[in-house]
């Protein structure tokens, strides 16, 4: 459930909240491990500092702080493997849906200080009430007084400056909780976490990434972009133009052979992302996709989470999946090494079982028959190899962060496609998109 809350926007003032959340998750340990004790029971620290409480308060105060805290458990929960405990998992889920916006006064502060003090004057109607509030900002309905309705996006003040800090101190609870196995190697991902926050958080970025976007997709009439105004647009303040589609995730009534080709649609754009063009929208979220039911275009939002991959990039994993459509084990762990799922000095048990995983990942590619996302069993079969591997053989080394963001897109996209109930003849789909002309490089 939304509601209105005052985004905290001094450094000290987050240092502070996560203070209050460090020391109220203290509390909650002692008060845990009194009543054990009184039980006779003689808990460990670590069992006493994540208790579902703990994780439940600790989802609530990073819900009020939003993107260090979604970022980094968005970041760590991508590999699948069940790394993280299962209540801070529940916790870092629920920020997605515990949507606390800001309130009308620090909304107007923001644009006054993006615009001007009589910003509303070029307004004929601004809603205060944000249709959608994220990680980073928030996004509002308006109506330029030349007729124009267009989607603003609000960055919540603060976030750029306190980015480091917050996932920094992020990383210090999750020690401090023992949320992470032992040799779970956290570094390289809050550098990415810092990173990504950090593109994400510019918003002249994410208006280059939609004119890049719109420059690949030309005049192709199944699309629609959120096209920004750049006289309009600030490192803080995104405007764009308005797309009022249908949630497409609500698309189940429409007829079969209508689903399965904007299913074919999102498949064949999500290949071309990867392999052809290197610039690849990495947040599969439902309400990132609309559909306009006049023309039948699928409608593309939100790109401020855009990943580029070099030429170089794109041909190893070109080849990886190939190979694990076609080639043999060894090919799959000679192409899995480039792409830096697997290491030469990597055991043959561990080679083994990824290999194996790689080659369900390709299972609809080497079907016969066209692919029923909806009901299948892949995704618990891929999971049982995962949880093998992280959990019971412990082994915590991840793939490359720019991988884990492919895990991210093509999880989001079979879920999507499941959610369609469709079957798409993927290996052909698949083929053909890599046959196609070389794309631009990305830059």
Avoid at 6 to 23: E, V
Avoid at 192 to 206: T, V
Avoid at 366 to 391: H, I, K, T, Y
Wanted: net charge neutral; aromatic share 6%.
């Amino acid at each position: 459930m939304s509601k209105e809350h005052r985004m905290p926007s001094s450094r000290l003032a987050r240092f502070a909240k996560m203070g209050r959340l460090a020391g109220g998750l203290a509390g909650g340990a002692i008060g845990e491990g009194t009543r054990q004790l009184a039980q006779g029971k003689r808990p460990r620290l670590d069992q006493l500092l994540l208790t579902p409480a703990n994780a439940r308060r600790l989802g609530d105060r990073l819900s009020e702080m939003r993107g260090a805290a979604m970022k980094l458990g968005q970041i760590i929960s991508m590999d699948g493997g069940n790394v993280l405990p299962p209540e801070l998992s529940e916790a870092l889920a629920r920020l997605r849906d515990k949507a606390h916006y800001m309130p009308l006064g620090q909304v107007a502060q923001v644009l006054e200080t993006a615009w001007g003090k009589d910003w509303d004057r070029a307004f004929e109607r601004f809603i205060f009430t944000p249709l959608a509030a994220a990680s980073i900002g928030q996004v509002h309905d308006a109506l330029l007084r030349d007729g124009r309705r267009i989607a603003v996006k609000v960055q919540y003040p603060g976030v750029r400056r306190s980015i480091d800090s917050d996932v920094d101190n992020m990383a210090t609870l999750l020690r401090l909780t023992h949320a992470l196995p032992d040799g779970f190697d956290i570094a390289p991902l809050l550098e990415e976490a810092k990173q990504q926050l950090h593109e994400e958080a510019d918003y002249l970025l994410e208006a280059r990434h939609i004119e890049r976007y719109a420059t690949l997709l030309g005049d192709d009439p199944r699309f629609e972009l959120p096209l920004p105004l750049p006289e309009r647009t600030t490192a803080e303040v995104l405007c764009m133009r308005f797309l009022d589609g249908q949630p497409i995730e609500s698309l189940e009534h429409l007829p079969a052979t209508e689903r399965t080709e904007l299913a074919n649609t999102l498949f064949e754009l999500a290949l071309r992302e990867v392999f052809v063009w290197g610039v690849v929208q990495s947040d599969p979220n439902f309400a990132n996709y609309r559909y306009n039911p006049v023309n039948g275009a699928l409608q593309l939002l939100d790109f401020g989470a855009t990943r580029l991959y070099a030429p170089d990039r794109r041909d190893a994993l070109r080849a990886l999946l190939l190979a694990a459509i076609d080639g043999s084990d060894a090919d799959v762990a000679r192409t899995a090494v480039q792409v830096g799922y697997l290491a030469d000095e990597d055991s043959a048990h561990y080679r083994d079982a990824f290999v194996r995983l790689l080659r369900l990942a390709a299972e609809p590619a080497r079907a016969a028959e066209p692919f029923a996302f909806s009901g299948s069993d892949l995704p618990q079969r891929m999971r049982e190899v995962l949880v093998q591997l992280r959990v019971r053989d412990k082994f915590h080394r991840i793939p490359p962060t720019d991988v884990l963001y492919l895990h991210r897109k093509i999880s989001g996209l079979y879920l999507l496609l499941s959610r369609l109930k469709v079957r798409l003849p993927v290996g052909e789909i698949v083929r053909h998109t890599l046959t196609a002309p070389p794309g631009r490089p990305a830059d």
